[in-house]
């Protein structure tokens, strides 16, 4: 079946620091790639995605790329926040008896100090 | 309006209680989920009602029963819950079934003693 791996953590950063979250995936044919933000005592937030190949998705200085060759989409952000302190979840979305289905990782969490 | 709400925040019960859990968006979508996440642990789909007609049940106990009154609202309700049930349990909603751009809510946390 469908599964996404991404490291647990905690990964604790001083603020201004580059961020790697590793994710990377196995499924059968073509699925679309996310990333989701839960913040503290909240629901989850789409944060970026990608529907293809060499996709890159971006949003709020956040990046990922749509690796097909190496089954990955790694989460990437120059310069971290303490704001940017949240869950982190890669999923794919995946078509499956007619209903897109969407598969989890772990989540990550990310700790920003100052 | 890009909300969807969830009532109560927190909820404690016991193994003989029923109980409802509320979920409400008006962003006119016309899919809603169920999730229950445990601790550390990334939400797993429980139920998906697409246009007010339930369309998914991931393989989830008759204790847990779902129902769509109308498009904006989502009940989960419970009854002779165990212990091991303890979790969030989040709603979320979509434009259509396909839940590509999906909102969440903010999660009911349920604690059965």
């Known amino acids: 079946g469908d599964s996404v791996t991404q490291m647990e953590g905690p990964v604790t950063l001083s603020e201004e620091a580059f961020l790697t979250i590793n994710c990377t995936y196995t499924?059968?044919?073509?699925?679309?790639l996310f990333w989701y933000v839960q913040y503290p005592g909240e629901g989850l937030q789409l944060l970026l995605k990608?529907?293809?190949?060499?996709d890159k998705g971006s949003n709020k200085g956040f990046e990922a790329t749509y690796r097909k060759e190496t089954t990955s989409f790694h989460l990437e952000k120059g310069s971290v926040q303490v704001s940017d302190s949240a869950v982190y979840f890669c999923?794919?979305?995946?078509?499956?008896?007619?209903?897109?289905?969407?598969?989890f990782g772990i989540g990550t969490k990310l700790q920003v100090i100052p | 309006d890009t909300e969807v709400t969830q009532t109560p925040k927190h909820l404690v019960m016991g193994m003989t209680n029923k109980k409802s859990l509320k979920c409400e968006q008006h962003m006119g979508h016309r899919a809603m989920y169920w999730y229950k996440q445990k601790a550390k642990k990334p939400p797993e789909l429980m139920f998906v009602y697409s246009y007010e007609k339930l369309s998914i049940n991931e393989s989830v106990p008759s204790r847990f029963s779902p129902e769509c009154p109308n498009s904006s609202l989502l009940n989960l309700h419970l009854h002779a819950l165990q212990p091991e049930d303890s979790a969030l349990y989040l709603c979320?909603?979509?434009?259509?079934?396909?839940?590509?751009?999906?909102?969440f809510g903010p999660g009911t946390r349920l604690t059965v003693t």
């Open positions: 499924a059968t044919g073509y699925p679309s």
């Open positions: 999923a794919l979305k995946r078509n499956s008896g007619g209903y897109q289905k969407v598969t």
């Open positions: 990608a529907t293809k190949a060499d």
């Open positions: 979320a909603s979509s434009r259509n079934r396909d839940p590509y751009e999906q909102y």
